[in-house]
């Protein structure tokens, strides 16, 4: 499968190296504004440097991966659909879930395949709770729980555009928790503030929340999320179930602990999003490759963007009304 | 001290039996609609069987222990209270909140001492948390996780005359929350239904809950509750704040470990609550002594009671109106 | 059971303290050479102050318990079984395997049963090794490891008359290799050192020990102990089999863990040895008089005690003379 | 740095692809009798085939990795230090002492640098526990254990030219006791029995077995090793000081719990060592190619494999004849 990536900033490397990696695969070329980054990315996978014009007619090129800005995803998504691409986009698809729904359907009424970046699906941890939850081992599911908080809070200035709290670090746990309910979510009750810094507050955001989602049947998740954990990337999972418990705990920088008169002490969690999911990133980008060699609908789907999307807006209404807001 | 104990079945036992283990402290009477359970336990603890009446009038009893049924809470408090015991109650003190504000009053004017038996207080893995909370280990609280699932539920008979899970389950886990939180809860979201046995939805109660609760400051609390745990007696806490988290978890029946061609296998969690809280049942009843005999108000307090009353009612309202309710 | 006491210091108050809470059981008489304790111990548990002589003589004592210092085991076994009385010692029988074959010739002689307190093999944790062992859990055991460190040694003047770390100690772990194994090691090698306290060397002793056994079989021990841990009484077993490990880990303080900037910190693990075997002290005794209530020889027998005595003393002739010794 | 490659074989390819992708570095070249396999792997990694001779001849490469077999090190790695190349060789350098030590002269003579794969050293939990050492965060060290057991035997045809389990097995752990002790070992003391195939055994091997060693101021390493352990690849590390202790523990294949009526179940080790020394190769080559780089001496070097080899020489002695071997 031939590739060509547009945006050549931190996470257009990430999935470009794995595609290079990926046997069978290859990035064709890398388009991106700043054509310094374009062309250290194409020349370090053994690229060419293309607009996302020349990328979208190119006939040898099979696939586009969009790791562009997220104002860009919509539009790039229908570019490529219509162009026939088999097209994987980062999350979201964008931040307008009316502007989400237009989209899938162009990317429908081409018949294009497209996956969305909810990259922690891959994550070995989680897609093992997942996979034994599908064989039965707990059971029903009941109550899922996701803990997710980031080391700590992006600039003041990314906050600004990042659609809010819930549309931006909570996007993944909404999907991670239609993952693992395997229901779909009808009421749902939102509590956040700013504790971590005021200046987030001050800006409209929060950055501390807790959320309950609740499914027709009665299952129910709680998501707990925080801008800035001390000891590290804190995303754990847990589901509960009729014959049992699944958890996935946080990943350590080592298995060393260190015992003395204070006590035991083992390592920090894994800070950086990107080592922590480093695994996740190259699972995400071939089981892509393998959904659409197969002629398989990739997963997870638009409509699965779409659903986390309503969630998130759910989720701020809920805070901003104080009320349980029902979808 | 010297004890009168109201009520022999299977808690009083317990306080009756760290009571006499304690140094300074005797159990003179015991009282008991069921006389043969009262004058068993009598000889276990080397002391008379006595009326209710009769325990209240003695001059030689300075404390009374009320372990009797719930309904019966509010009004021996009162009686104990104006016969100027220090009184150790059971929780809760009534499943009314009007109720237990009425009985509170009486207390108040009384001037008696009074404590209510919320054992996790006093567990020795809860207490650190609580302790090193308060000792700043990590900065200010921002978002308490409390997990608590029994083994498996209690007969329908027992459900129906509950209170309900909110105030019968969980009232256990707002206790918690504020004892953790350090401020009140000013907004309460819940959520629950009846997974584990439709005969329990069918008496108008829930078996799976899960309630967020909001303080002025924008701190929350996420409580999670089942009436079944495959794994055993589900007993776990956590507090995030901004310079770190402190988590106690389950207490395994042994420390072993078997590994094989399945993988590593611990034991359950310690599955009976009487045996998961042996030692906070005898610090409980230790610290009531030691708060008594120097002169300080026992805590938890009877206004410690009402609170946690009210939040179970606040959860009640809360899910049965699908709506957020203000405190 | 009715029981007479001889020793009332520390371990001696735990055993009677035991006895006296055990359904059918009784402390009757106290002996001890120090006026006071015998009496404060007599008191405490209901019984009366007697001589050891009166003890033994003592119709209506069923069973002794000594707990009288190591150099007056011998004799006190040799009296209570000529006098009939089931006789539970604590370790070890005496220093000299030749006095312990005597002495043990004189309870066979006599028929009266016996018991060796080597009480880790009640402990809940390690006792659940061995069961699992004698399931077959693990297959042939073919390697057992054992760790073992006190929080810190003992004054010299201990040390002089203790007959040195392997008779002293290591005795429990050479028992507990035993008791794991379920084979008689054949060839012993020890390595040791004075490394925490030099002072321990120039006492002719050791610190620091580690020892290999091996079986007929080919199975090995090895056993690692010191006398100083800085983060508390480090008490750990593992097995390897045909079939998978066993181990037992530490017993922590609390479950208690600590996030933040440092890492995850958890607590100490029990530091002293009366609460870390708190119950195995007590689940010991029970196994004696169920043992001897339904007529069953208690275990471990004099002969246990005497075969971890051997293994000490060819681990000591094994280190000074820097050779292989054969059993 | 331009590296020649020889021996295409399973280490051959994780070396070369680790080299690859090494900034700065590529391979030039890949030697292996055999033909496809050398070609292979010069087309994975952009290199051309070539004869060993002309590897050694090439004025164009400055390093060789050699990952030929056993018997071929110790003349490759004359020959590349002749040809003043900075070598990389896998351990060991040679089966017998002798040789080791002429090979040695040659290099030394030759003045060219030498690295010996022992690649444990650069695994993250094992370099982070030395390094902690090194930092005197456990003071003095006084015990050091290693537990490494292989998930399964290898053929018995491999058993033959192995060496024998100390010099093909423990051989790792040897090097790992010296790097953990900081001291060299003197005394040797070494059990072991083929316990998990007979087979072995009538091959004149063992497969189970346990050494202590000790060094001259009396810290002891023990180490016990198993061809077989029935939930993966277990390799763990622990350091015992005055100041406290620390261990390394074994990677999982993931961190998921499953908690059932069973217990609580988490996942196998890491089965097979590509996998769970990935990370480790990386770090290995790395760390060659830096100190070549700056011109500082490789660790770990020639001299250390010898002094692994010494230490297997010793052991294999100690058990044939059932004593203690003096270094």
Redesign the interface.
Known sequence: MRFGVIGAGRIGKIHAANIAALEGCEVRAVADVDEAAAKALAEATGAKVASIDAIMAASDIDAVAICAPTDMHADLIEKAARAKKATFCEKPVDLSAERIRECLKVVQAAGAPLMIGFNRRFD??FA??QA?IADG??G?V??V?I?S?DPGPPPLSYIARSGGLYRDMMIHDFDMARFLLGEEPV?V?A??????DKAIGEAGDID???V?L?TQ????A?I?N?R????GY?QRIEA?G???????????????????????????VLNFFLERYAGAYRDEIAAFVAAVSSGKAPSPSGEDGLRAQLLADAADQARRT???V?L
């Open positions: 070995r941890n093992a709770v034994r081992a707990i029903q009941e109550i729980q803990t908080r009421a009750s509590f956040g503030a700013a504790l971590v501390t929340a807790v309950i609740q049947s009665g299952k129910v709680e707990s925080s800035r954990a001390a000891y804190d509960h009729s014959k049992g418990m699944l958890r996935a705990e946080n990943v350590h920088e080592s298995t060393v602990q260190f015992a003395g008169a204070h006590g035991f002490t083992g390592d920090k104080g009320q349980v029902k």
